[in-house]
Each structure stands twice: as structure tokens, then as C-alpha cells.
């Protein structure tokens, strides 16, 4: 009686293991996609061919600083980016997206001899970025060239157009509040008048980021 009790207990075990282990395989391991919605970890995964984007949340603003860390640049009261999700794996892992379009506006300056800023635009889009799990994302060049920034700033001597590119771009994303946080990125001179800052230190928060493809826009988490 002891060995049947045994082996029928053996038998159950195998059983519940195996059952389990065909639930995890059609509803997809615990820690789920490396971007989901509604929660992290658990959450629905994020499509791909789904779009996001994100705004400077409520009073924050973006900035481009002369020197690291600086108070000497521009100001942006407004900016926001759009991207398409091109792979969303399960968990650990690395999503990747393209960046369709990024914009800077309503921006003002206090670089010396700076008068005003006419325009920033974000040169050689689309680019490629890559999430990857518990870590930062990282936007890289396109096919259209480098990451490129192109500045018309309003002086005293006349209008200056100051153009910086960067190697690449990194921000670290926070499932606290589904943000993006950009800090002291370093863009360099390409071209422009001796009057043009020699660097430029780009630094920006973004959030919620929101899956706009999917109805109530419900934000994005990083696993």
C-alpha cells in the first residue's frame, strides 16, 4: 500500500509539472515581453508595427547646455518623439524601435550674444533604438546618416546656424512613472560660425510613454 500510495503521489507530481510547464509554453514566460502595457512584468505585450511617443511631462523642460552639466543654452519648453516598435521578444531581452520623428519648440537662449532661438530640427530621421532589459536605451544612426541637430539661433551679429551631431544617444527608462530620461548627452559641432558653441549637452525627460496604436493609449513599461 505504502508503494502504490508513493508512486500515485510520483504520478501527480509529474503531472502537475507537466501541466504546468504547457501553460507557461502558450501563455509565455512569467516575466513576459520586454515592453508590455497594463503592467510590468505581466502586462500585454506591446505589437510590433505599434507606435509610441511621449511629451515633456508638466513642467519640465528640455535643454541644451554649452558645457556639461551647465546653465548656459537653450531651453525648450516643448518636445516630444514618435516610434515604431520593429521587435518585442520575451523577456530578458532587447526590444528595438525606430524613431520616426523628434521635435524641440518654444525655446529660448542665454548664450552670450544670443538674441533668440528660430528653430531646432532633428536631421537624418529615422533613427534605430534598441531597449534592453533592466537597462538603458540607446538610439543609434539611421540609414538617412548621423544623428544630427541643426540650430538657428538668432545673435547680435545675425543669424547663426549651428549644426551637432552625436555618436549616439542614451536614456534611461523608469517603469515608476513610464518616462525616458535623457542626461547630459554630448552632441558636437559639424559645422557652423566661430560663434557656435563648441558642444552641446542634451538633456530631457519624456513621459508617460504611450502605445497610441492601442485604444486608451495605456503607457509602456521596460522589463
Keep these: 500500500m505504502r508503494k502504490r500510495a508513493l508512486l500515485a503521489t510520483v504520478g501527480l507530481a ?38 509610441l511617443s511621449a511629451s515633456l511631462p508638466t513642467g519640465t523642460k528640455a535643454r541644451i547646455a554649452t558645457t556639461q552639466g551647465g546653465s548656459t543654452g537653450i531651453t525648450c519648453n516643448t518636445s516630444a518623439f514618435t516610434a515604431t516598435v520593429n521587435g518585442n521578444p520575451a523577456a530578458p531581452g532587447t526590444a528595438t524601435e525606430t524613431v520616426t520623428a523628434h521635435t524641440l519648440s518654444s525655446c529660448t537662449t542665454n548664450i552670450i550674444g544670443a538674441t533668440g532661438v528660430q528653430s531646432i530640427t532633428v536631421n537624418n530621421l529615422p533613427f534605430s533604438t534598441a531597449v534592453v532589459s533592466g537597462g538603458a536605451l540607446t538610439v543609434t544612426a539611421g540609414a538617412a546618416g548621423p544623428i544630427q541637430t541643426t540650430l538657428k539661433i538668432n545673435s547680435i551679429l545675425g543669424l547663426m546656424t549651428c549644426v551637432y551631431r552625436a555618436a549616439s544617444l542614451t536614456a534611461t527608462p523608469s517603469n515608476t512613472d513610464n518616462s525616458l530620461t535623457f542626461t547630459d548627452q554630448l552632441f558636437t559641432k559639424a559645422s557652423g560660425p566661430g560663434t557656435c558653441p563648441a558642444n552641446g549637452y542634451f538633456s530631457a525627460k519624456y513621459g508617460p510613454v504611450l502605445d497610441t496604436s492601442q485604444a486608451g493609449s495605456p503607457a509602456v513599461f521596460v522589463n
Excluded: I, K, R
Excluded at 23 to 39: D, I, M, P, Y
Design 14 to 51: 509529474v503531472t502537475a509539472t507537466l501541466a504546468a510547464t504547457t501553460q507557461a509554453g502558450a501563455f509565455g514566460s512569467a516575466a513576459g515581453e520586454v515592453l508590455t502595457t497594463g503592467s510590468a512584468g505581466g502586462g500585454t505585450a506591446v505589437a510590433v508595427g505599434d507606435v
